[in-house]
């Protein structure tokens, strides 16, 4: 499967972007999580938001539940991440990809990652 990730660019703080990863070769697998990570130059990739295919269970980390929403279009197989009340710090590359978990060695595929850049 090739991941294509699309949706970033420029916003000032407080605006909204949304995130699409979209799925070619084949479907999503029905027992995968699709993950958005991000990235600053010299941190580790740092894991954003999940969401069940086959059952649509999203989770998040802390500092974006309430501002990001993930979701999944099956007809589309495409997961889009709506990212709203953008701050600074969520400027980042955006990746997104398939695999078993949400830790970062668990991803089978990836896809080539989207750039966020909050104006303040």
């Known amino acids: 499967v090739q991941l294509q990730a699309s949706g970033g660019g420029l916003v000032q703080a407080g605006g909204s972007l949304r995130l699409s990863c979209a799925a070619s070769g084949r479907t999503f697998g029905r027992y995968s999580a699709v993950t958005w990570f991000r990235q600053t130059p010299g941190k580790e990739r740092e894991f954003v938001a999940t969401i069940s295919w086959s059952g649509g269970s999203a989770y998040y980390r802390d500092s974006v539940k309430g501002r990001f929403t993930i979701s999944r279009d099956s007809a589309e197989n495409t997961v889009y991440l709506q990212t709203n009340a953008l701050k600074p710090e969520d400027t980042a590359v955006y990746y997104c990809?398939?695999?078993?978990?949400?830790?970062?060695?668990?991803?089978?595929?990836w896809g080539q990652g989207t750039q966020v850049t909050v104006s303040s």
């Open positions: 990809a398939e695999g078993r978990s949400t830790v970062v060695r668990d991803q089978d595929y």
